[in-house]
């Protein structure tokens, strides 16, 4: 069965420094998410990501993040320069159609196993 | 004030009792997810609603649209069932299908 894969599984850096987390979506799959929890609170939604451009992205999505669709099947988040408070899971995920806009239906979405970020 | 709320935060249970996890959301949606959280971390889609019931194995889901309530129902429990269960919707406000979390519910049934 098809899945999203995430590397690394665990990542620590220190503050100030830079961190890529890579994610392979699904193949066939064509729209593209970010989201992460901080240890003990809720998961969050960071950014969406369809046809090689930023969908939308939520408030915590600030200048120090980007993501990118380098070749076709990885999918990236890199974190310019990480503070102690970047320091969650961050979960890719991807559905086989774009998103729609106030339409009958939605999508479901393939979660990858998440890259545990630690700042120091 | 959360979009998405469910109850009860913790559960516990014996193995082959039946659990109810509620779910409900104060905004107009496409669907609604359930997920489950294993404890390693790792999200798995449980189910995708948008009206009615589904179910699989010994899962079931139901929703009311007009009550934007949401059920998760686990039939004969089992041990392997422990995990963290979490509601999440897709807003019909949105111009993408981002989901919202609730805060989930952890589920841990005894042998």
């Known amino acids: 069965e098809p899945e999203v894969t995430q590397t690394p599984s665990h990542q620590v850096t220190q503050m100030g420094q830079e961190v890529i987390l890579r994610c392979v979506p699904i193949?066939?799959?064509?729209?593209f998410y970010w989201y992460r929890q901080i240890l003990g609170q809720k998961v969050e939604f960071l950014v969406s990501?369809?046809?090689?451009?930023?969908?939308?992205k939520s408030e915590i999505f600030d200048d120090q993040f980007s993501v990118e669709r380098p070749d076709g099947s990885n999918f990236t988040l890199k974190i310019r320069s990480t503070k102690l408070e970047d320091s969650a899971m961050y979960f890719c995920?991807?559905?086989?159609?774009?998103?729609?806009?106030?339409?009958?239906?939605?999508?479901?979405?393939?979660f990858g196993p998440g890259t545990r970020l630690t700042v120091t | 004030k959360n979009e998405v709320e469910q109850s009860p935060q913790n559960l516990t249970a014996q193995e082959g009792e039946f659990i109810t996890i509620n779910c409900s959301y104060s905004?107009?949606?496409?669907?609604l997810h359930w997920l489950q959280q294993h404890p390693g971390g790792g999200i798995v889609s449980l189910f995708m609603?948008?009206?009615g019931k589904k179910k699989h194995g010994r899962l079931i889901a139901t929703i009311n649209i007009q009550e934007k309530h949401s059920s998760l129902h686990i039939t004969a429990s089992h041990p392997r069932d422990s995990a963290v269960y979490i509601c999440?919707?897709?807003?019909?406000?949105?111009?993408?299908?981002?989901?919202?979390f609730g805060t989930g519910t952890r589920l841990q049934v005894f042998p």
């Open positions: 995920a991807s559905s086989s159609t774009p998103g729609t806009s106030g339409g009958d239906y939605s999508y479901e979405q393939y």
């Open positions: 193949s066939n799959h064509l729209y």
């Open positions: 990501f369809y046809n090689n451009e930023i969908s939308e």
């Open positions: 905004v107009g949606i496409s669907a």
């Open positions: 609603l948008s009206s």
């Open positions: 999440a919707v897709s807003r019909l406000s949105d111009n993408t299908d981002k989901l919202i």
